[in-house]
């Protein structure tokens, strides 16, 4: 079965740093697209950053860009998102998904078809 299970959220200040972590099974993870998504509470889910199968590329929202960082370990089938300089408005559950079009690695909830359980961020 696909697995995603997500770790390293936590509650910080305005100006620090958390990295999420992003553990998948039960696919070619190398094959795969793989984003993050958070969703605030009454909000809608939002695409955060996503990376090509192989790493070379990855796309971020533009309230994220040049603070957070999207990488993967493909020898460990693991994502990563490194969170700097955090703000009260990143507060939110954040999800890691797969996407089995690699040729396809957008910012579109849509092409993504497994999702983790996610993990609270929560920036004070």
């Known amino acids: 079965d696909v697995q995603l299970v997500e770790s390293g959220g936590g509650s910080v200040h305005s100006g620090e740093s958390l990295e999420l972590s992003c553990q998948a099974s039960g696919f070619t993870y190398a094959t795969y697209c793989m984003g993050w998504f958070r969703q605030a509470p009454g909000q809608k889910r939002e695409a955060v950053a996503a990376i090509s199968p192989g790493g070379g590329s990855s796309i971020y929202t533009d309230p994220v860009q040049g603070r957070f960082t999207i990488t993967r370990d493909n020898s460990k089938d693991t994502l990563y998102l490194r969170m700097d300089n955090l703000k009260p408005e990143d507060t939110a559950m954040y999800y890691c998904?797969?996407?089995?079009?690699?040729?396809?690695?957008?910012?579109?909830?849509?092409?993504?078809?497994?999702w983790g359980q996610g993990t609270q961020v929560t920036v004070s």
């Open positions: 998904a797969a996407n089995p079009l690699g040729g396809r690695c957008f910012l579109n909830d849509r092409y993504f078809d497994h």
